[in-house]
């Protein structure tokens, strides 16, 4: 009964590029978050997906950041023309929904993303 | 829109003893969950502790338990027995039960400590 799985687990990147992160939801969920972790930081909240739909992205900076969560396949958080300021550790999250829903959000060992 | 404070950016404790951790919330809802997650150095979010806001009973899991008060809009932890092993970060989170608002909002977390 695997849980969220994210990959890769470390990315680096030079200024400019981009950079994909992927996350598999535990099995039999359908909704997706995305966090940033600075250092020394909390989780700050960048966007919640439902399959082929985006929910909230109140929290994903206005240019270079997108995210998708296909029909088939995991979701993606892409990074385009990274900057330094990127680098921070990038957690999935799943949740199921409706009767099934605790309230409880469970977590991916994260991303960490360095950008040189 | 919803925000958690922690104020108390580290604590210490002394093995086998007890600290309580501190967490207060803004929300204009009545329906809503609040938990604590704990981040050790692995970086992993651990759930440590759910808490319903319409149950007026605390909750309780082994050596962890929590301090509701919903009118005052606080949520504090307390560790009993401290161990060695729970020395972490340790996040203080809202979640909306409505499916309306469905993101979890963190606090910016507490770091502890466990002297040996």
């Known amino acids: 009964n695997a849980g969220v799985m994210q990959n890769p687990r470390h990315l680096v990147r030079r200024r400019g590029q981009e950079a994909r992160l992927r996350c598999s939801p535990m099995?039999?969920?359908?909704?997706v978050y995305w966090y940033r972790q600075l250092p020394e930081e909390g989780l700050k909240f960048m966007v919640y997906?439902?399959?082929?739909?985006?929910?909230?992205e109140s929290g994903m900076p206005k240019e270079r950041f997108s995210a998708e969560f296909p029909k088939e396949g995991p979701s993606i958080l892409r990074i385009q023309q990274v900057v330094r300021g990127d680098s921070a550790a990038y957690f999935c999250?799943?949740?199921?929904?409706?009767?099934?829903?605790?309230?409880?959000?469970?977590f991916g060992e994260g991303s960490r993303l360095t950008v040189l | 829109a919803q925000t958690v404070t922690q104020s108390q950016p580290e604590m210490s404790v002394q093995e086998a003893e007890t600290v309580t951790l501190s967490c207060t919330y803004d929300?204009?809802?009545?329906?809503?969950?609040l938990f604590w997650y704990k981040q050790p150095p692995s970086r992993q979010m651990i759930l440590v502790i759910r808490?319903?806001?319409?149950?007026?009973q605390n909750a309780t899991e082994n050596r962890f338990s929590v301090n509701f008060q919903k009118a005052a809009k606080s949520f504090s932890l307390k560790i009993s027995d401290s161990q060695l092993g729970d020395a972490a970060m340790y996040f203080c989170?809202?979640?909306?039960?409505?499916?309306?608002?469905?993101?979890?909002?963190f606090g910016k977390g507490i770091t502890l400590s466990v002297r040996p």
């Open positions: 929300t204009s809802e009545s329906d809503y969950y």
């Open positions: 997906l439902q399959k082929e739909n985006i929910i909230d």
């Open positions: 808490q319903e806001a319409y149950k007026q």
């Open positions: 099995k039999g969920h359908s909704h």
């Open positions: 999250a799943s949740s199921p929904r409706g009767p099934w829903d605790t309230g409880e959000l469970f």
């Open positions: 989170a809202y979640r909306s039960a409505t499916g309306a608002n469905s993101k979890l909002t």
